[in-house]
């Protein structure tokens, strides 16, 4: 009789752990499948990557904190597990803060491997960020996987410092990359300006239906170094306009929009746009002596009486009154024709009394002392 020998392999789980996108933290970290581990030179063992309540959204993110270490700098690997970017899956995003905003030289790195999970040489650095790069705030993070369609790949969260500042992550994602067809709005225009206060809008040029709206001071970084464009940084809203109340009276201010098309689809920012709020009203007694000119609040401006003043430039100077020296005074030359020239007092309140309104007139020839009466097409108006 012949004996056969029968080898049987039984395989219980023969599947390899695929990472699942979006990753928000909201079970434990690190999640099932992913993998903590220190930097070759094993420091850093105190603090590891864990949970915080700290999130971009829900209850949960991804937190490592920083550790003062002695022979060098502590590296804190969080890694995903294995997945194969698509067509569209090429772009990672995730959103980040730190949790200070004194800069303690932490670097921030990605890595990606296409070999294994924990081999740190498999690794390739494919993005760095220092404390200036981001802030202390939840801002978006993407990094673009174009090179490795088709190629399962790990991708590896590295901080790397020594006493350093923390690193938190949330709602990791894959999406495509932008279709380069949400194109930026324009006309972005500022209405209704008070003193507290102004209507911003602007004009939506493609398909979008929501915008990021990024405001602040005249000067203001939209968001930190190396972060716009094209990354988002500001609110999502619904509206081509948006009223800022809460201002400073006589500030300057400016805005920049983004159009969002769709997740991982948005345009350059455009911008900024600026504009200054209204003065607070002056209450008299009151002098202006045109010195230096044109006065403080007072403005310039060009365009005839029926559309009003425009621009900020005019043909008013300064000179001494009635071309003697002495006292100064704000004069115009009016031998060209067709031309309008406008000199703009700040606002009064005078609402706590009875006032009069003083001030001194002359016309000369031109650049002497001689009187002159004014020509046939010339006018001066006073306008309240």
């Known amino acids: 009789m012949k004996k056969f020998i029968v080898f049987v392999f039984v395989c219980l789980s023969c599947s390899t752990l695929i990472a699942q996108f979006p990753e ?68 990672l995003t995730f959103w980040q803060r730190q949790s200070y905003t004194t800069n303690y030289g932490s670097v921030y790195k990605v890595f990606i491997s296409t070999g294994s999970q924990t081999i740190h040489a498999d690794f390739t650095l494919v993005d760095t960020q220092t404390e200036a790069d981001f802030t202390n705030y939840y801002t978006e993070r993407q990094i673009d996987l174009t090179a490795y369609v088709g190629t399962p790949i790990y991708v590896a969260f590295v901080l790397e410092q020594d006493d350093g500042d923390n690193w938190l992550i949330d709602d990791v994602g894959l999406t495509a990359s932008p279709s380069n067809n949400c194109v930026p709005p324009d006309n972005l225009a500022a209405t209704g300006i008070s003193q507290n206060s102004a209507t911003l809008s602007w004009n939506e040029l493609g398909t979008a239906t929501s915008w990021v709206f990024m405001f602040g001071p005249a000067g203001f970084s939209p968001c930190p170094p190396n972060n716009l464009p094209p990354y988002l940084c500001g609110p999502v809203i619904n509206s081509s306009s948006y009223t800022i109340n809460g201002l400073t009276a006589n500030t300057s201010y400016e805005f920049y929009v983004q159009s969002f098309c769709s997740p991982g ?120």
């Open 265 to 384: 689809d948005y345009s350059a920012p455009s911008g900024p746009y600026t504009f200054t709020t209204a003065t607070a009203p002056l209450i008299p007694d009151y002098l202006n002596p045109f010195n230096p000119f044109p006065g403080n609040l007072w403005s310039e401006a060009s365009g005839n009486l029926a559309n009003g003043p425009s621009g900020t430039t005019s043909g008013w100077q300064s000179d001494f009154w009635l071309n003697t020296s002495g006292d100064t005074a704000a004069k115009v030359n009016l031998y060209f024709a067709n031309q309008n020239h406008w000199l703009i007092s700040p606002d009064f309140d005078l609402s706590g009394g009875s006032y009069e309104l003083n001030l001194e007139a002359g016309v000369t020839e031109w650049n002497v002392t001689t009187p002159s009466d004014m020509g046939s097409d010339d006018q001066v108006d006073l306008l309240i």
């Open 24 to 91: 928000d933290f909201e079970t434990t970290v690190p999640p099932l499948g992913w993998a903590t581990f220190r930097g070759t030179n094993g420091l850093g063992t105190a603090q590891d990557w864990q949970v915080t309540n700290i999130s971009n959204t829900g209850s949960q993110a991804a937190f490592v904190r920083y550790e003062n270490v002695s022979g060098g700098l502590a590296q804190d690997w969080l890694v995903t597990p294995q997945f194969t970017p698509t067509p569209v899956t090429n772009l």
